[in-house]
C-alpha cells in the first residue's frame, strides 16, 4: 500500500511536468497530490498499543485511532483473511478489520458499550506477527 501510494503521486507529478497544464489543470494536479499524500501520513503503518485501560489500534500519525478496552474482551484468536479482503480499514462478514500487511490476523471479541443491550462484536487486527500479539495480548489482560 505504501509503495502504491507513493508511486501515484510521483506518476501524477512527472505527468504534470511532461504534459502541461493543457492535459491536468494545476488545480486537479495539486488536489491530487495533497490526497495521496494525505492518505500516505494517515495510513502508512498500524500501531498496535496496550495499557491498563485500552487496546489502542492507531494509524499513521494518530488521525484514525481506535480504542477497545481490554475488559470487555472475551475472546483472542488468530484467523487468516483472504486477499480480496484487502487491506485498510475493511467491513467484513467477520467484522471490522483493520490491515495494512499480509494475510493472518488476531481476531478479537468483545462487548460493545456503547450499545444498551451490550452486543458483541468483532475486530480482527492484520499483523505480520499474529502469534506475538495474541500472545501478547492473552499475558497483559489474561484472554483466552
Not at 477497545?68 to 485498510?88: C, D, F, H, L, S
Request: with cysteine; glycine share 8%.
Amino acid at each position: 500500500m505504501l509503495v502504491l501510494f507513493t508511486l501515484i503521486p510521483i506518476q501524477i507529478t512527472v505527468s504534470y511536468l511532461r504534459l502541461g497544464q493543457a492535459h491536468v489543470p494545476t488545480t486537479v494536479f495539486v488536489i491530487l497530490l495533497v490526497l495521496f499524500i494525505g492518505l500516505i501520513i494517515t495510513f502508512y503503518k498500524l500501531t498496535v498499543k496496550a495499557d491498563k485501560e485500552c487496546i489502542h489500534l492507531i494509524y499513521g500519525l494518530g488521525l484514525v485511532h481506535i480504542r477497545i478496552r481490554p475488559q470487555a474482551v472475551t475472546e483472542v484468536k488468530i484467523v487468516n483473511t483472504p486477499w480480496y479482503y484487502g487491506y485498510g480499514i475493511r467491513f467484513t462478514p467477520k467484522g471490522m478489520l483493520y490491515n495494512i500487511q499480509g494475510s493472518s490476523a488476531v481476531q478479537m471479541t468483545y462487548l460493545d458499550s456503547k450499545t444498551t443491550n451490550g452486543k458483541l462484536k468483532t475486530v480482527m487486527i492484520g499483523t505480520n506477527d499474529a502469534s506475538g500479539l495474541q500472545k501478547f495480548l492473552q499475558q497483559e489482560y489474561g484472554l483466552i
